[in-house]
Antibody, heavy 119, light 111 residues
Framework: EVQLVQSGAEVKKPGESLKISCKGS????????IAWVRQMPGKGLEWMGS????????RYSPSFQGQVTISADKSISTAYLQWSSLKASDTAFYYC????????????WGQGTLVTVSS | NFMLTQPHSVSESPGKTVTISCTRS????????VQWYQQRPGSAPTTVIY?????PSGVPDRFSGSIDSSSNSASLTISGLKTEDEADYYC??????????FGGGTKLTVL
């Protein structure tokens, strides 16, 4: 059974760093892209970027380029999304999702990680 | 960059049929596949339609997708509405410069 299991909710202060994770199982991790999708409170879905763990090829949305870093450790089938300096506006749910190619359907989703940034 | 525009909300009664549109601002809707996702409150999205009109296993045939080149739009049609269909629905597509573009989402209320 394909599963994407994300790390738990986080509460951080502005300026702090953070790295959240998404562990894949039930499939060959290096054969699929992993995307990160943001959903701000009461708002829609926004694609942040995608990584291909097989060769670490990474694509970013222009809106998020330079704001976050997407990485993966294929040895433990885990993708990451990290911030070096959080802002209150980063408060959101973050979902990881699997794609066969960077342009194709998100066929499996993680359960989401709520990140709250507040002083 | 292109945009996908959806109605903010739609509502219909149980047992009826509802159609949600997704209009592409530039470029042909038929050039790149469209996906549709359902997001129930408090849950992650799931796919209800992929590649314009394909249904994943487990999605009832009450859900169907189509493309209309004349209006440059995609549509998600849900027939025999059930209260469990009440959710937010998002369309998604791409082009050569934009790997992933989401529509703004449509809130479906089944009254």
């Amino acid at each position: 059974e394909v599963q994407l299991v994300q790390s738990g909710a986080e509460v951080k202060k502005p300026g702090e760093s953070l790295k959240i994770s998404c562990k894949g199982s039930g499939y060959i991790f290096t054969n699929y892209w992993i995307a990160w999708v943001r959903q701000m409170p009461g708002k829609g879905l926004e694609w942040m970027g995608s990584i291909y763990p097989g060769d670490s090829d990474t694509r970013y949305s222009p809106s998020f380029q330079g704001q976050v870093t997407i990485s993966a450790d294929k040895s433990i089938s885990t993708a990451y999304l990290q911030w070096s300096s959080l802002k209150a506006s980063d408060t959101a749910f973050y979902y990881c999702a699997r794609q066969l190619m960077v342009t194709t359907n998100f066929d499996y989703w993680g359960q989401g990680t709520l990140v709250t940034v507040s002083s | 960059n292109f945009m996908l525009t959806q109605p903010h909300s739609v509502s219909e009664s149980p047992g009826k049929t509802v159609t949600i549109s997704c209009t592409r601002s530039s470029g042909s809707i038929a050039s790149n596949y469209v996906q549709w996702y359902q997001q129930r409150p408090g849950s992650a999205p799931t796919t209800v339609i992929y590649e314009d009109k394909q249904r994943p296993s487990g999605v009832p045939d009450r859900f169907s997708g189509s493309i209309d080149s004349s209006s440059n739009s995609a549509s998600l049609t849900i027939s025999g509405l059930k209260t469990e269909d009440e959710a937010d629905y998002y369309c998604q597509s791409y082009d050569g410069n934009n790997p992933v573009v989401f529509g703004g989402g449509t809130k479906l209320t089944v009254l």
